[in-house]
């Protein structure tokens, strides 16, 4: 079992990433995808999540309007495309899935590092 991001870099100040998580060993249509950051010398941070359907989606206030979680559950991958990054931006993403049942199980990709930079 195990979720595999994708897709982080380096990009410019005003650019355009999309990360993707490609789950193995578990069907993610029975889970909550979200997409986590952290920064160098800060905590883990929640930045968006869909649901088992994708009917539903939120979204940290700093990445309103400039983010997009999405996800295809044939293919059990979720995305994250991110628009106007910023400096700030820089991080490692982390993919999470969480079971739509309470104790039902949880998992985190390992992480891709994205880079704002000029």
């Known amino acids: 079992v195990q979720l595999v991001e994708s897709g982080g870099g380096l990009v410019q100040p005003g650019g355009s990433l999309r990360l993707s998580c490609a789950a193995s060993?578990?069907?993610?249509?029975?889970?909550?995808m979200s997409w986590y950051r952290q920064a160098p010398g800060k905590k883990r941070e929640w930045v968006a999540t869909?649901?088992?359907?994708?009917?539903?989606?939120n979204y940290a206030d700093s990445m309103k309007g400039r983010f997009t979680i999405s996800r295809d559950n044939a293919q059990n991958t979720a995305y994250l495309q991110m628009n106007s990054l910023k400096i700030e931006d820089t991080a490692v993403y982390y993919c999470?899935?969480?079971?739509?049942?309470?104790?039902?199980?949880?998992?985190w990709g390992q992480g891709t590092q994205v880079t704002v930079s000029s």
């Open positions: 060993g578990f069907t993610c249509r029975r889970y909550a």
């Open positions: 999470f899935a969480e079971h739509i049942i309470v104790g039902g199980g949880a998992y």
């Open positions: 869909i649901t088992s359907a994708g009917g539903s989606t």
